[in-house]
């Protein structure tokens, strides 16, 4: 059974940081490109960043310079650090495992919250 678990998000501070985390299980992990994606209030989901399996990093244009993801193969798990947060960057975050044309799961999400 595939599980994506997330965790760290939480409330924050305009200019703050987080780090939030996805645990993989049930899955080969090497062999999947892991990404984060987010979901604001009566937006559709978006693209944040993804991760290859070779360490190739894509970002939103929206967090280039600000948001870093990284991907830990000994401990199955993606991370995903936010600094300099603004009120926008407020969303559920959602971990995602994909490996084109063969099939991708998401995790619950975890809230993110930037206000003062």
């Known amino acids: 059974q595939v599980q994506l678990v997330e965790s760290g998000g939480g409330l924050v501070q305009p200019g703050g940081s987080l780090r939030v985390s996805c645990a993989a299980s049930g899955i080969n992990f090497s062999l999947w490109t892991m990404g984060w994606y987010r979901q604001a209030p009566g937006k559709q989901r978006e693209l944040v960043a993804t991760i290859t399996t070779g360490g190739n990093t894509n970002y939103a244009d929206s967090v280039k310079g600000r948001f870093t993801i990284s991907r830990d193969s000994a401990k199955t798990t993606v991370y995903l650090r936010m600094n300099s947060l603004k009120p926008e960057d407020t969303a559920v975050y959602y971990c995602?495992?994909?490996?084109?044309?063969?099939?991708?799961?998401w995790g619950q999400g975890t809230q993110v919250t930037v206000s003062s």
């Open positions: 995602n495992a994909n490996r084109p044309l063969l099939s991708e799961y």
